[in-house]
């Protein structure tokens, strides 16, 4: 008997594979239901109420169940919680699980594994063959100390959920991930004012280019690395330009190198001094 942490996409999929090939197991999640993070109400999200999907669905659903034709292509959050709602019924998941239940302790005896898990109040100590973790990477938020005095709100990003936060307030956005140019184009309608702080320089892609998912076009022909590089490359900068056209500094590594921005609207509400 093996024990699975997590019911979200990678627990899932850990589940639905241990299934597959007849292997017993029991799965835990803190949450009353599966989606992990993209289920808005589980107390460890960091979801907010315009997140979508960055990646295109036909690129990020399972192969063995693919997402439904009405769905977008770019889902809503909740679409997503849907989708792994129906996953997880779909392959007889749901009777594994053991849902508001926290895993306390994982300790090795022998060749096995003691799993304390608390639920109601009550713990419970069981012994496995194996722990398969997938309880995730983004639970706790990573806040830098910053020197000086700030009297005003600060807020990590993991603590956003709905653009009414911002009404009529002055808004410094700190970062250029993904996460945070969503929250600053949310924030452009709302917030008295919007700036970025921004490190380093990131490549942003569209999401779409010529009515397709960006990340669906160019799959048919597998260049080499370095070459996919400079033709992406070429081809972002004739759509949307350079960064610098922007006012945002230019990256000092090849696309690719590290993870682009995903938005097509963050570089138009600069553009229009937003």
């Not at 669905?57 to 959050?77: G, I, L, Q, R, S």
């Not at 849907?82 to 998941?93: C, K, N, P, T, V």
């Not at 779409?208 to 160019?218: L, M, R």
């Not at 922007?246 to 600069?270: C, F, K, Q, T």
Request: net charge neutral; hydrophobic share 35%.
């Amino acid at each position: 008997m093996y024990a699975v942490i997590g019911a979200g996409p990678m627990g899932l999929a850990t589940a639905r594979n241990l299934k597959k090939y007849g292997i017993p197991f029991v799965g835990f999640d803190l949450n009353t239901d599966v989606g992990g993070l993209w289920d808005i109400d589980n107390p460890h999200s960091t979801m907010y109420e315009s997140a979508h999907l960055i990646s295109s669905k036909t690129m990020t659903e399972f192969k063995e169940f693919p997402m439904a034709d009405d769905v977008a292509t770019y889902p809503h959050h909740r679409e997503m919680k849907r989708y792994f709602q129906q996953y997880a019924a779909h392959f007889g998941l749901y009777e594994h699980y053991e849902f508001s239940t926290r895993v306390v302790q994982v300790l090795r005896d022998g060749d096995e594994w003691l799993v304390t898990t608390e639920a109601k109040g009550e713990e419970q100590c069981r012994r496995f063959t194996g722990v398969l973790i997938a309880n995730g990477t983004l639970h706790t938020p990573n806040l830098p100390n910053l020197p000086g005095r700030f009297d005003g709100e600060l807020m990590h990003s993991s603590e956003y959920r709905h653009p009414s936060c911002f009404d009529g307030k002055r808004v410094l956005v700190v970062g250029c991930g993904n996460s945070a140019c969503d929250i600053a184009v949310d924030a452009v309608h709302r917030a008295a004012s919007v700036d970025m702080s921004v490190r380093r320089g990131y490549y942003f892609l569209p999401k779409f280019i010529g009515g397709k998912a960006t990340d669906s076009i160019g799959g048919k022909i597998k260049l080499p690395r370095a070459l996919k590089q400079r033709v992406d490359d070429r081809l972002i900068r004739m759509i949307i330009g350079k960064p610098s056209d922007y006012g945002l500094p230019d990256p000092d590594y090849r696309l690719y190198e590290s993870h682009p921005v995903v938005n097509s609207l963050v570089l138009h509400h600069i553009g229009h001094g937003d």
